[in-house]
């Protein structure tokens, strides 16, 4: 059994052909995580007990003779910004560093009633903010493809152990491409899926109206799977859709003929040339599989990322004042008074990153600026969405790259802040008009490095989404 | 520059966020540029356009009513666990009022 390349499958027949049981894969794939993982730094921790304990549960209902469950058994990675009752969850964030969440993120509870097994917590950029991962109180995550590149960000820890192995599935969150360009950056499948569809109650919130948990996988089939098994509403989270959840996999049936896809041509300009060129074979080869690829126009693109540093940064500065040194562990030494408890916990406790962005969102939302910028921005959020709208009267799905490049050099974009901004061109504008979009692999540079292909679909269209997504995966590989 | 360091100081008091001289002075020279480029919004003609402040598809699909229901609350132990300081059933703070 070689873990590296365990789908949800592959792990359902070995569980019930008793080729190996779900406590000796567990062990097993922990002991396989751990001894990789100094390579990567892409787990923060490991949780045996838990793992282990949900293993025997699927265990004991194959011996009952009972269905294990749609992720029996499946080892899983979950992003450190998603709760985990009793298993310390930090979003890379000093300011957590031991803090113990007392309750399950909804998506947490599905996925392990499911029979999915966490074997531990991924490393993060600092409150999900970030396109690199080199934000994380506790170090970089080195892409496993090349460790001294980034795996990108800010889910880079997820997408990390998928590409190593040393998980099957993860749980990533997008606020403005984290689970798609990190998918991107590693090689592997990233969905973000449309705004409301799956519950973020016990997502730490970023920016509430563009955070997404998404579900990351090595193939379209067993992210379409795991989509399928936490989307849906959820009483704790008044955002979650009402909207019933299709069987995703009804989806997979490699039929695109007849699809019309719209090629954006504000996304194509400012690619290097290798990702160009990927990004132009993938569209052949969706042409070859049948579909109808048009030209199309998405005017307000170039404002997509002064809009989304607006929105994002605001609302990032309202959520993270909670962190104040009364209740989430950590308070500052120097706390002789209240405001200045406050003030230097948080000076503290925050990185860089996260500062620069309460700082922008501050300032946006302050007194005389609010409707020069803030305002100004919902309306301009307002024309993205859109575009989109009037694109999705003529086409069935858009196409378009994920980044402009492949993951980029350790510390070559740290020092610049507003280039690492733009990088996120072309994924912000799907969180900003909550639409799916995912990422899926579009073969490699000269150098092995991986490009992603991005897909994005009206509101609720996962299936077309991934109907897109499965045919070119089963398309093969592109050189 | 658009931003004068008093501002940026001002901006970290409205934040609550102490930061050192250095701090301030980075924060000063990228959040000129960061604002220079979102300057670029001032392009394009939003008259007419209502603002966006939620993802919105049609009502039935996000209708928020649940049923009126108690579940039980955490708990004062468990909410107070991760608390720095916790005591007596509550979260302490230092002294807000001198006598």
Same mark, same amino acid.
């Given at each position: 059994?070689?873990?590296?390349?365990?789908?949800?499958?592959?792990?359902?027949?070995?569980?019930?052909?008793?080729?190996?049981?779900?406590?000796?894969?567990?062990?097993?794939?922990?002991?396989?995580?751990?001894?990789?993982?100094?390579?990567?730094?892409?787990?923060?921790?490991?949780?045996?007990?838990?793992?282990?304990?949900?293993?025997?549960?699927?265990?004991?209902?194959?011996?009952?003779?009972?269905?294990?469950?749609?992720?029996?058994?499946?080892?899983?990675?979950?992003?450190?910004?998603?709760?985990?009752?009793?298993?310390?969850?930090?979003?890379?964030?000093?300011?957590?560093?031991?803090?113990?969440?007392?309750?399950?993120?909804?998506?947490?509870?599905?996925?392990?009633?499911?029979?999915?097994?966490?074997?531990?917590?991924?490393?993060?950029?600092?409150?999900?903010?970030?396109?690199?991962?080199?934000?994380?109180?506790?170090?970089?995550?080195?892409?496993?493809?090349?460790?001294?590149?980034?795996?990108?960000?800010?889910?880079?820890?997820?997408?990390?152990?998928?590409?190593?192995?040393?998980?099957?599935?993860?749980?990533?969150?997008?606020?403005?491409?984290?689970?798609?360009?990190?998918?991107?950056?590693?090689?592997?499948?990233?969905?973000?899926?449309?705004?409301?569809?799956?519950?973020?109650?016990?997502?730490?919130?970023?920016?509430?109206?563009?955070?997404?948990?998404?579900?990351?996988?090595?193939?379209?089939?067993?992210?379409?799977?795991?989509?399928?098994?936490?989307?849906?509403?959820?009483?704790?989270?008044?955002?979650?859709?009402?909207?019933?959840?299709?069987?995703?996999?009804?989806?997979?049936?490699?039929?695109?003929?007849?699809?019309?896809?719209?090629?954006?041509?504000?996304?194509?300009?400012?690619?290097?040339?290798?990702?160009?060129?990927?990004?132009?074979?993938?569209?052949?080869?969706?042409?070859?599989?049948?579909?109808?690829?048009?030209?199309?126009?998405?005017?307000?693109?170039?404002?997509?990322?002064?809009?989304?540093?607006?929105?994002?940064?605001?609302?990032?500065?309202?959520? +993270? *004042? @909670?962190?104040?040194?009364?209740?989430?562990? $950590? %308070?500052?030494?120097?706390?002789?008074?209240?405001? #200045?408890?406050?003030?230097?916990?948080?000076?503290?406790?925050?990185?860089?990153?996260?500062?620069?962005?309460?700082?922008?969102?501050?300032?946006?939302?302050?007194?005389?600026?609010?409707?020069?910028?803030?305002?100004?921005?919902?309306?301009?959020?307002?024309?993205?969405?859109?575009?989109?709208?009037?694109?999705?009267?003529?086409?069935?799905?858009?196409?378009?790259?994920?980044?402009?490049?492949?993951?980029?050099?350790?510390?070559?974009?740290?020092?610049?802040?507003?280039?690492?901004?733009?990088?996120?061109?072309?994924?912000?504008?799907?969180?900003?008009?909550?639409?799916?979009?995912?990422?899926?692999?579009?073969?490699?540079?000269?150098?092995?490095?991986?490009?992603?292909?991005?897909? +994005? *679909? @009206?509101?609720?269209?996962?299936?077309?989404? $991934? %109907?897109?997504?499965?045919?070119?995966?089963?398309? #093969?590989?592109?050189? | 520059?658009?931003?004068?360091?008093?501002?940026?100081?001002?901006?970290?008091?409205?934040?609550?966020?102490?930061?050192?001289?250095?701090?301030?002075?980075?924060?000063?020279?990228?959040?000129?540029?960061?604002?220079?480029?979102?300057?670029?919004?001032?392009?394009?003609?939003?008259?007419?356009?209502?603002?966006?402040?939620?993802?919105?598809?049609?009502?039935?699909?996000?209708?928020?009513?649940?049923?009126?229901?108690?579940?039980?609350?955490?708990?004062?132990?468990?909410?107070?666990?991760?608390?720095?300081?916790?005591?007596?059933?509550?979260?302490?703070?230092?002294?807000?009022?001198?006598?």
């Amino acid at each position: 059994m070689d873990l590296r390349s365990l789908t949800i499958a592959t792990v359902r027949q070995g569980l019930l052909a008793r080729t190996f049981s779900a406590v000796e894969l567990t062990r097993e794939a922990l002991r396989f995580a751990e001894a990789e993982n100094s390579s990567t730094n892409a787990y923060l921790r490991f949780s045996p007990e838990r793992a282990l304990h949900t293993a025997a549960r699927v265990d004991e209902r194959i011996a009952r003779g009972e269905d294990p469950g749609p992720l029996a058994g499946v080892p899983v990675a979950v992003k450190d910004v998603i709760l985990t009752e009793g298993v310390r969850t930090t979003c890379g964030s000093r300011l957590l560093a031991d803090y113990i969440p007392p309750y399950d993120a909804t998506a947490i509870t599905r996925l392990e009633q499911a029979g999915g097994v966490i074997l531990g917590k991924t490393n993060c950029d600092e409150f999900a903010m970030g396109s690199s991962n080199e934000n994380s109180a506790f170090g970089p995550v080195r892409n496993p493809l090349d460790p001294h590149r980034v795996p990108g960000g800010s889910s880079g820890g997820s997408a990390a152990a998928l590409a190593q192995g040393t998980a099957s599935l993860a749980l990533g969150s997008d606020t403005g491409g984290s689970v798609r360009q990190p998918a991107s950056f590693c090689g592997v499948v990233g969905v973000t899926p449309t705004y409301g569809r799956v519950s973020r109650y016990g997502l730490t919130a970023f920016a509430s109206s563009l955070d997404h948990i998404g579900p990351m996988a090595r193939t379209v089939r067993d992210a379409a799977i795991l989509l399928g098994v936490i989307a849906g509403r959820d009483p704790l989270d008044a955002t979650s859709a009402e909207a019933p959840v299709p069987d995703y996999t009804k989806a997979l049936d490699g039929n695109v003929n007849g699809l019309k896809l719209g090629l954006p041509r504000e996304y194509l300009k400012d690619l290097t040339s290798e990702t160009g060129d990927l990004i132009s074979a993938g569209v052949e080869t969706l042409r070859r599989l049948g579909c109808e690829v048009r030209d199309i126009s998405l005017p307000a693109t170039g404002y997509a990322v002064a809009c989304y540093y607006i929105i994002a940064t605001a609302e990032a500065s309202s959520n +993270l *004042a @909670r962190y104040d040194g009364v209740r989430y562990t $950590f %308070r500052s030494r120097a706390s002789g008074t209240l405001s #200045g408890m406050y003030r230097n916990t948080r000076g503290e406790g925050f990185g860089a990153e996260c500062k620069r962005r309460i700082m922008l969102g501050t300032y946006v939302l302050s007194k005389g600026y609010y409707d020069a910028y803030y305002l100004k921005a919902q309306k301009v959020r307002a024309l993205i969405a859109r575009d989109f709208a009037r694109a999705f009267t003529e086409v069935d799905a858009i196409v378009a790259p994920v980044s402009p490049f492949p993951a980029f050099k350790l510390g070559e974009k740290v020092d610049d802040p507003l280039q690492m901004y733009l990088s996120d061109i072309y994924t912000i504008t799907g969180d900003l008009a909550g639409i799916p979009c995912m990422s899926v692999p579009c073969g490699k540079t000269a150098a092995g490095l991986p490009v992603g292909l991005q897909i +994005l *679909a @009206r509101h609720f269209d996962e299936p077309n989404m $991934f %109907r897109l997504a499965d045919a070119f995966e089963r398309a #093969g590989p592109i050189n | 520059m658009k931003l004068t360091e008093q501002e940026v100081r001002y901006v970290a008091g409205l934040a609550n966020l102490s930061l050192t001289d250095a701090e301030v002075h980075k924060f000063q020279a990228d959040l000129d540029e960061i604002l220079g480029h979102i300057d670029r919004l001032n392009e394009i003609d939003t008259a007419g356009v209502e603002p966006m402040a939620q993802v919105l598809y049609p009502a039935a699909d996000t209708a928020t009513w649940r049923d009126d229901r108690e579940v039980p609350p955490l708990g004062t132990g468990t909410a107070l666990a991760n608390a720095p300081q916790p005591g007596a059933g509550y979260f302490k703070v230092p002294k807000v009022i001198e006598r």
